[in-house]
């Protein structure tokens, strides 16, 4: 069964910074890649960041480019997003997914975490 969890969000003002983790189950990530998701109230999930299986390829929302940085532990079955210099703008719940390939559509990824909330004051 493909699980996956984050967690690691919380509180922090503007210019701070979080980790995001991304548990899965045992090779539920094997031979996919992971995007990082976020949904702000009211708004509709936005692409945030994604990671090959590998870890070689990366691709970034123009909005979080040079502040977030996406990482892979695969001996863990882990997905990291550093976040630095954190905005109010950056506040979202935000998700974890799988899919077949790099794609800033939600749509192109088939199983999401519950999501880890994130809140940056200013």
């Known amino acids: 069964q493909v699980q996956l969890e984050e967690s690691g969000g919380g509180l922090v003002q503007a210019g701070g910074s979080l980790r995001l983790s991304c548990a899965a189950s045992?090779?539920?990530?094997?031979?996919?890649?992971t995007g990082w998701f976020r949904q702000a109230p009211g708004k509709e999930h936005e692409f945030v960041a994604g990671i090959t299986m590998s870890g070689g390829t990366t691709s970034y929302a123009d909005s979080v480019k040079d502040r977030f940085t996406i990482s892979r532990d695969n001996a863990k079955n882990t997905v990291y997003l550093q976040m630095n210099s954190l905005k109010p703008e950056d506040t979202a719940v935000y998700y974890c997914?799988?899919?077949?390939?790099?794609?800033?559509?939600?749509?192109?990824?088939?199983?999401w975490g519950r999501g880890t909330e994130v809140t940056v004051s200013s």
């Open positions: 997914a799988r899919g077949l390939f790099l794609s800033t559509m939600p749509n192109n990824y088939d199983y």
């Open positions: 045992r090779r539920a990530l094997t031979g996919y890649v």
